[in-house]
């Protein structure tokens, strides 16, 4: 008996990379794709998924109610990735409004309708919906920053600096309120800053490598010596599938690469790896240039993954050196 699972926002980077590993992995499941397709979404990155009889693309608003229910209604939705969101920090400080309404009241209606669509009342499931899940993919960003040493855990207090961030945060307590008060079965994952291919082109590694391969400046905030935790997207794809799986109700688990760089390290191993493949007169690095930073910009996130490598026995397959050259290898591809 095929089982259908809702994601939603999964034209996005990370979405798209995890769609076809989980039609692959799973014969059973048929998935729905829920997408307003904004800016961050395109549907080439689905292509590969286009013609399976078990993937189905609708074009809609996460926020957009009647729509919500018609989905669970007519393909009897039996659990939801929730991956739609506005993302992009420099977006979220021009324009935050928007990201209130997609993170939290999109966030919102997805619970609301699940819980209803799933239960008869607080804490009882409807018959044949027992197993039916709610995994909300956060970010780390919800944290706020970091000082030199320490690592975020799922035991970190909230401290939220941006628009974007605190509309992530604001949605998680969501999730967390109907796990408390209706008992839907929910979990939540917070990754850090995944990189790979699929990825919008404006953000940090996409445009490092399009800058350098045009000859133009390649912009860095501030001094460059802001830190990230990297994880390379398809081991953040295990880890969902672990977690929505066979992560415990109620639970936070937190996804990060355990490989800590600063924007300058990363451009310098880019730069490395075009001077090599895509040889000029002079090195990429001599491209590097430096600009003003972006308002509050967190100096450092690190996530401390133990309680998933323990308890749920993740491990991820992809180390910064390896991934970056599988990154620079796709880039090429698509902008040569």
């Given at each position: 008996m095929s089982k259908c699972i809702l994601l939603t926002g999964t034209a996005g980077f990370?979405?798209?990379?995890?769609?076809?590993?989980?039609?692959?992995?799973?014969?059973?499941?048929?998935?729905?794709?829920?997408?307003?397709?904004?800016?961050?979404?395109?549907?080439?990155?689905?292509?590969?998924?286009?013609?399976?009889?078990?993937?189905?693309?609708?074009?809609g608003d996460i926020r957009n109610r009647e729509l919500v229910e018609f989905i669970f209604t007519e393909y009897n939705i039996q659990g939801v990735i929730h991956f739609a969101a506005e993302s992009h920090v420099d977006n979220s400080i021009k324009n935050p409004g928007v990201f209130i309404e997609?993170?939290?009241?999109?966030?919102?209606?997805?619970?609301?309708?699940?819980?209803k669509h799933w239960m008869n009342k607080p804490f009882e499931y409807k018959e044949n919906y027992q197993e039916c899940?709610?995994?909300?993919?956060?970010?780390?960003?919800?944290?706020?920053?970091?000082?030199?040493?320490?690592?975020?855990t799922e035991e970190t207090p909230y401290a939220p600096n941006s628009p974007y961030s605190a509309s992530k945060a604001s949605s998680d307590m969501i999730v967390r309120s109907y796990q408390e008060t209706y008992g839907l079965n929910t979990v939540i994952t917070n990754c850090s800053n995944n990189y790979g291919?699929?990825?919008?082109?404006?953000?940090?590694i996409?445009?490092?490598?399009?800058?350098?391969?045009?000859?133009?400046?390649?912009?860095?905030?501030?001094?460059?010596?802001?830190?990230?935790?990297?994880?390379?997207?398809?081991?953040?794809?295990k880890g969902i599938d672990l977690v929505y799986h066979t992560g415990k109700e109620g639970n936070v688990y937190n996804i990060g690469g355990r490989n800590e760089r600063t924007n300058l390290q990363i451009v310098d191993a880019i730069c490395k790896i075009l001077d090599e493949r895509v040889p000029k007169k002079a090195?990429?690095?001599?491209?590097?240039?430096?600009?003003?930073?972006?308002?509050?910009h967190d100096?450092?996130?690190?996530?401390?993954?133990?309680?998933?490598?323990?308890?749920?026995?993740?491990?991820?397959?992809?180390?910064?050196?390896?991934?970056?050259?599988?990154?620079?290898?796709?880039?090429?591809?698509?902008?040569?």
């Open positions: 990370i979405g798209s990379n995890f769609v076809p590993y989980i039609l692959d992995k799973y014969p059973d499941y048929d998935l729905i794709n829920l997408d307003l397709l904004t800016y961050a979404g395109n549907l080439d990155n689905l292509k590969e998924c286009e013609g399976n009889p078990r993937y189905k693309f609708i074009k997609t993170n939290v009241n999109g966030t919102f209606t997805l619970l609301d309708v699940a819980q899940r709610f995994h909300h993919i956060s970010t780390d960003e919800v944290y706020g920053t970091l000082n030199e040493t320490d690592l975020f291919p699929k990825q919008h082109d404006e953000k940090l996409p445009t490092i490598i399009r800058k350098a391969l045009n000859g133009e400046n390649i912009p860095i905030y501030g001094d460059g010596k802001n830190i990230r935790d990297w994880l390379y997207v398809l081991d953040h794809c090195s990429y690095k001599d491209l590097i240039t430096f600009v003003q930073d972006r308002a509050g100096r450092r996130y690190a996530i401390d993954a133990t309680k998933l490598e323990t308890k749920l026995g993740w491990k991820a397959d992809e180390n910064f050196d390896s991934g970056i050259l599988k990154t620079v290898e796709w880039y090429l591809k698509k902008y040569l």
